[in-house]
């Protein structure tokens, strides 16, 4: 079965790190692209970063800087390494895979979501 | 940056309505256009990719049309488990992903 479990979550202070993982099952992260969307609570949704299959990282501007994708081939799993947190940053964050047909990126599989707080 | 608007933002309908739902670009995306379906709690879940094409196991009564700058999502017979929010995804600009605002979708 193609899945992918989100952890890492939790309360943080503003200014702390946090580090979700993102495991897949069914399928390889290294193949394939992935990215990662929020939703701050109430709102809609935000896509947050996307790492390619060749390592090429992208990043929304209200994150560059602050926040890191990566993966381990070894383990099946994509990361997401955020620094210096706000309180803004405050949301669910799934992680989700791109499938590409036509030539056109959707996100066809998404994690159940993982929640991060930022408050002091 | 692409700004994607839905509309409405909101509608109330019954069991059986048709309903429609519209997302305008901001510039031309030819069909780079999704669709997604957010229950309360869950994670979102792909309906239609590039306009039109339905995703796999997604019941028929969802369509997408739409190229250019006007998209639109209908159901043709609304039905229970239907009730939720969507939302329309832009992925023209590599690799900048826009979302719409959402559009809930709430029991009459």
């Known amino acids: 079965e193609v899945q992918l479990v989100e952890s890492g979550g939790g309360l943080i202070q503003p200014g702390g790190s946090l580090r979700l993982s993102c495991a897949a099952s069914g399928f390889t992260v290294s193949s394939n692209y992935m990215s990662w969307v929020r939703q701050a609570p109430g709102k809609g949704l935000e896509w947050v970063s996307i790492?390619?299959?060749?390592?090429?990282?992208y990043y929304a501007d209200s994150v560059k800087g602050r926040f890191s994708i990566s993966r381990d081939n070894s383990k099946n799993t994509l990361y997401l390494q955020m620094n210096s947190l706000r309180a803004e940053d405050t949301a669910v964050y799934y992680c989700a895979r791109e499938s590409s047909r036509f030539g056109e990126l959707s996100m066809d599989v998404w994690g159940q979501g993982t929640t991060v707080t930022v408050s002091s | 940056d692409i700004q994607m608007t839905q509309s409405p933002s909101s509608l109330s309908a019954s069991v059986g309505d048709r309903v429609t739902i519209t997302c305008r670009a901001s510039?031309?995306?030819?069909?780079?256009l999704n669709w997604y379906q957010q229950k309360p709690g869950k994670a979102p879940k792909l309906l239609i990719y590039?306009?039109?094409s339905l995703q796999s196991g997604v019941p028929s009564r969802f369509s997408g049309s739409g190229s250019g700058t006007d998209f639109t999502l209908t159901i043709s017979s609304l039905q229970p488990g239907d009730f939720a929010t969507y939302y329309c995804q832009q992925s023209y600009i590599t690799p900048t992903w826009t979302f719409g605002q959402g559009t809930k979708v709430e029991i009459k």
């Open positions: 590039a306009a039109s």
């Open positions: 790492i390619f299959s060749g390592d090429d990282t």
């Open positions: 510039q031309s995306i030819s069909t780079y």
